[in-house]
């Protein structure tokens, strides 16, 4: 048993027991093939000896790199291999980067403008990902490195190709928080978020502690931000719900990789997806007994104390409960979704506190019936009770409504919902192989489908089944981990046997998942960019504008393809015209309609032509026609002209009230 394997160094016998009395070895009794202390006799962990031929010629030398017994490694060991490919796929990250501007962007988003170096960039880097799991003793700090460039390369790659902060939304939640900044309170009777405000009074404080003058400079690369975070967050869960192994680091990848939904950006749901992983990784090492992947029954009346200490479960239980009060007068749904996740946690007895679930559930009610009584009174029919249980209304609003535009927006949608299909094939996969492993527990699959709650409750401006995808995601993540953890193990195991065809073919299979998964993404997230990227002359034609605007004017934009109400909050009105204009797509009644109800200012941009193009199918000389009419119309004078971007001033007073103001949920 001299021989060395793969994985274990030479056995000597005189160094097995230190300080005993050395016996001399026997080496008839340990055959090449038997069983060691560390391995199975499971196919040939080495190759006999080779012997002289007939002539007595040696055999020919094994090649260089191969392993003692001449075989050749069927996957690259060395441990440099995979920290070379992530290097490498850096390099071709950064040497492909390129600017891209509004008016490159079609139908398709930005993926369509990408070089193909950073196209291949992804690929490498996940195959040093699965190079890495596939070692005997995966190395944290590698992986910790190359998570943090997927991170970077995924969710960094628009605000490094980009001119300016994306999504209008983002610029408007900066208004917000400069209002609050700037006033000490809120902006009354204005806009539903308002009533949400811990985001905003959280962003003010920063903003005046650093001496920062607006948030605006926070927007670029608060996606990288957040996302970091929450990939960070769904690392400790993993670690806390499946405990350190291979699949507590696949679970943040598959996370990272199939995060589609753009809710990363600054926002009031970006910081609240944070805190309720911040939660549930507490909840889940400290408060919960047994984990996921112990085959313990529980039982309500009967739950198991955590293995924690009872310091640790006390501080445990103020953070959840400090969370979920920050949660509460933060966001709208996440402080429920939070609460419906204990209450489950505690039916399945797998909570020890049984308190905890109707605290944050409380906390979240008393907050919507007393600091939002201001949105919901006198709508509360309306808006809350009318859509409880339509669920036809919210699968209208969240997937039938938004199949509209033309065919390189489609392909996006179809992606998007290819991810989140296959995302929870992957999971349902995972729960079957926990079953078959006596993981007989409905806990972890009814979590999943927990957020799905929400589309019987509340269409939500028609992004429900978005948010239920993101509230899914990091729990969906967890059994989808474990399938690609067992492929993994099996082809560990295929190696140690020395079947080099089948190990390869196998080892395959994570890389193509990840890495398509990755690709489509990366397709995903940018597939609005051509209407939600700004250019440096579309903010200056926006900044002037509401400069130029005296209290009570107007400025409007065509669409939401516009940075609007990030400066002046409530003094000057900023709307959009197909609020009150609906024939977008005919010239001559949107003409008439700008002519009667049209703002004091109107800005007109690349982005918002490109939305009218992709969704309503306008010809692309629409824009230069519009601006023609209604500066022929005497009616609008051109007042400021920076690149593609324009404003038209009106020569005549406006209107003041042409659209009602009942804001929206963010």
């Known amino acids: 048993m001299n021989a060395p394997t793969r994985f274990l160094g030479p056995f000597n016998p005189k160094n097995r027991y230190p300080g005993r009395p050395k016996r001399s070895p026997d080496h008839s009794a340990s055959p090449v093939n038997s069983a060691t202390r560390y391995l199975p006799a499971r196919g040939r962990l080495m190759p006999p000896p080779p012997s002289p031929d007939k002539t007595g010629a040696k055999p020919p030398a094994a ?51 990408l070089s193909v170096p950073l196209l291949l960039s992804y690929p490498l880097l ?42 209008p939304t983002a610029w ?74 291979r699949a507590s680091w696949l679970a943040p990848w598959i996370f990272l990789a199939a995060n589609w939904t753009e809710q990363d950006y600054f926002s009031p749901q970006a910081t609240a997806m944070v805190l309720l992983l911040a939660a549930l990784t507490l909840i889940f090492r400290h408060l919960v007994r047994p984990r996921l992947t112990e085959p313990v029954r529980a039982h309500l009346r009967a739950r198991l104390p955590p293995r924690s200490s009872p310091k640790g479960r006390l501080v445990a239980q103020g953070a959840v409960v400090l969370i979920g009060l920050a949660l509460a007068v933060t966001h709208q749904l996440t402080p429920f979704q939070l609460g419906l996740e204990l209450l489950l946690l505690l039916v399945f007895g797998r909570l020890w506190p049984a308190w905890l679930p109707f605290v944050m559930l409380g906390a979240a009610v008393v907050w919507f019936s007393l600091g939002a009584s201001e949105w919901w009174s006198g709508q509360l029919i309306q808006t809350i009770l009318s859509p409880f249980g339509d669920v036809v209304s919210s699968v209208d609003q969240g997937i039938v409504a938004r199949f509209a535009g033309d065919i390189g927006h489609l392909a996006v949608l179809v992606i998007r919902i290819g991810i989140s299909a296959f995302v929870a094939l992957l999971a349902a996969a995972g729960i079957v192989l926990m079953r078959r492993d006596n993981l007989r527990s409905w806990l972890l699959p009814v979590l999943c489908a927990s957020p799905f709650v929400i589309a019987v409750v509340q269409p939500y401006g028609g992004e429900v089944f978005m948010r239920c995808f993101l509230y899914a995601l990091p729990l969906l993540a967890l059994p989808a981990a474990i399938t690609l953890e067992r492929v993994i193990t099996t082809v560990r195991r295929l190696r140690r046997r020395g079947r080099p065809s089948r190990t390869v073919g196998l080892a395959v299979v994570p ?29 200056a034609a926006a900044t002037w504008a509401v400069g130029q605007a005296r209290p009570e004017q107007r400025v409007d934009s065509l669409v939401n393809s516009l940075p609007l109400s990030f400066e002046r909050v409530g003094e000057v009105s900023q709307y959009e015209v197909d609020a009150y204009c609906p024939n977008m797509d005919n010239l001559t009644a949107l003409v008439a309609c700008i002519e009667m109800k049209g703002p004091d200012y109107l800005v007109l941009t690349e982005p918002q032509f490109a939305y009218l193009e992709i969704f309503d199918q306008v010809p692309s000389q629409f824009g230069d026609q519009l601006t023609g009419q209604l500066e022929t119309s005497g009616l609008y004078r051109l007042a400021f002209g920076d690149g593609t971007s324009i404003v038209l001033a009106r020569t005549t007073p406006a209107q003041n009230d042409v659209m009602d103001s009942d804001g929206e949920t963010g």
């Open 63 to 113: 090649p260089e790199g191969a392993p003692p017994g001449g075989r050749l490694r069927a996957l690259p060991a060395d441990s440099l291999f995979g920290p070379g490919l992530a290097a490498v796929s850096v390099i071709l990250w950064v040497f492909g980067l390129r600017p891209v501007t509004p008016e490159q962007i079609g139908g398709a988003g930005l993926v369509a403008e």
């Open 172 to 245: 408007l939640h900066a208004g917000f928080a400069d209002y609050i900044a700037n006033h000490g309170d809120i902006l009354h009777s204005y806009d539903a978020r308002f009533s949400w405000a811990g985001f905003f009074s959280l962003i003010a404080m920063i903003t005046k502690a650093a001496g920062m003058p607006t948030a605006i400079p926070l927007l670029n690369w608060a996606p990288v931000v957040f996302s970091g975070l929450s990939v960070l967050g769904v690392r400790a869960l993993a670690l806390s719900a499946l405990g350190n192994r």
């Open 511 to 539: 890389w193509l998942v990840i890495t398509g998964l990755l690709a489509s993404t990366v397709t995903a997230r940018g597939g609005n960019d051509a209407y939600t990227t700004f250019s440096s002359s579309d903010i």
């Open 126 to 167: 996940v195959a040093a990902v699965v190079l890495e799991l596939l070692r005997h003793q995966p190395r944290n700090r590698v992986l910790s490195c190359y998570t943090a460039l997927g991170v970077f390369g995924v969710y960094g790659l628009q605000p490094t190709v980009e001119e300016a902060a994306r999504i």
